[in-house]
């Protein structure tokens, strides 16, 4: 039994990520690589080569195939081989490699794991920010050596902006402003709206405006392991509300946690926003900032893994400030158990 689900669509690579050369990562335990051919759809197979598994990823690509770099077998897309070691041996088409069904969308490459038949790209998750014609979006990956689930805790409990982010985001308004947490379904809903505050260097440089503001923090959970959150401030006198904010600054940060191993995962993050979107350099310097801030949440959670482990008879403990990660875990949890594929 594995912490995370398997019917289920995960992101396995920025849409950047995969050209040419192979691209090996290790997805909910599978060792795979990923390349695109020539048409430039993508390719990906189990990361082991039929006959002694050395990583195909080491391999040279042909065409649209790919060369074992050990003894020479060659794999077509399709994962089937193409010519064997020997030259004059006869081609065996039994010989294969598992492959992986793949789908791009909203900048990601997403694989499927699980049953092949089940595989239907409308249960991909609505990740919209990502490619809203109105909003622009950029962001990078992490390898982090945690618990996919621990970030999503951190995503969910943004209290940790005051001290993790004491230089950027964080200000000690976060910590007192108080907290709605919501379940809709598969959904989790964490809301903080933060009235006439001084807004922190980020959100005034980004509103272009020295005055107080409103500012609103909306963290949701989407299974199998997204977390977008709708952040961002207003002038006081724009009259923004929780259910209606457009009226300053509005970022998504979008978060996807891919796991790797049971204590590792892939965090693609980036931001997407809907403001002076045609600004290539500010997108640049934004996803500058953005990486530094999640850096530091790096930081914070590898320690936190190793801690964990050192201290295997001590047990993750619950506050006020988690509950949006405790309700995500269950919907996690209750998914599992029920063996559904992922979001409806
Ligand atoms: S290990 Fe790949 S051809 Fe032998
Ligand atoms: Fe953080």
């Not at 003894?71 to 006869?90: I, R, S, T």
């Not at 509005?250 to 926003?273: I, N």
């Amino acid at each position: 039994m594995t912490s995370w689900l398997t019917n289920t669509w995960y992101v396995a690579a920025w849409d950047t990520e995969v050209d040419t050369a192979p691209l090996s990562r290790t997805i909910c335990g599978v060792p795979m690589l990923f390349y695109r051919r020539l048409d430039r759809r993508i390719v990906a197979m189990r990361d082991a080569c039929p006959h002694r598994l050395l990583p195909l990823s080491l391999g040279i690509r042909e065409g649209d195939s790919i060369r074992c770099k050990y003894h020479g077998l060659k794999l077509g897309p399709d994962g089937v081989a193409e010519e064997m070691p020997l030259a004059n041996d006869p081609v065996n088409r039994s010989i294969c490699v598992e492959t992986f069904i793949t789908h791009e969308r909203h900048r990601f490459v997403w694989v499927w794991i699980g049953e092949r038949e089940r595989a239907d790209p409308a249960l991909i998750p609505d990740l919209w920010p990502c490619s809203h014609p109105d909003w622009v979006f950029d962001g990078d990956h992490y390898a982090i050596a945690c618990d996919y689930r621990l970030m999503i805790d951190n995503l969910m409990d943004l209290t940790h902006e005051t001290h993790v982010h004491s230089g950027s985001i964080g200000q000690p308004e976060i910590m007192e402003a108080p907290l709605t947490c919501r379940v809709d379904g598969d959904r989790v809903f964490l809301s903080r709206w933060m009235p006439d505050i001084t807004p922190p260097p980020f959100w005034r440089d980004a509103l272009r405006h020295d005055g107080p503001v409103d500012r609103w923090q909306i963290c949701q959970f989407v299974l199998p392991s997204a977390v977008m959150i709708d952040v961002g401030v207003a002038p006081v006198a724009a009259g923004a509300t929780l259910d209606s904010h457009d009226q300053g600054v509005r970022g998504m940060v979008v978060d996807f946690m891919t796991p790797e191993t049971e204590e590792s995962h892939h965090y693609f993050w980036g931001m997407a926003r809907n403001f002076d979107i045609h600004d290539v350099g500010f997108t640049a310097r934004l996803k500058r900032q953005q990486g530094g801030v999640f850096a530091e949440d790096r930081a914070v959670l590898e320690q936190q893994q190793a801690s964990m482990r050192a201290n295997p008879d001590l047990k993750l403990r619950a506050y006020s400030i988690d509950q949006g990660g405790v309700r995500a875990r269950q919907i996690i949890a209750r998914a599992i158990a029920a063996g559904k594929e992922g979001p409806p």
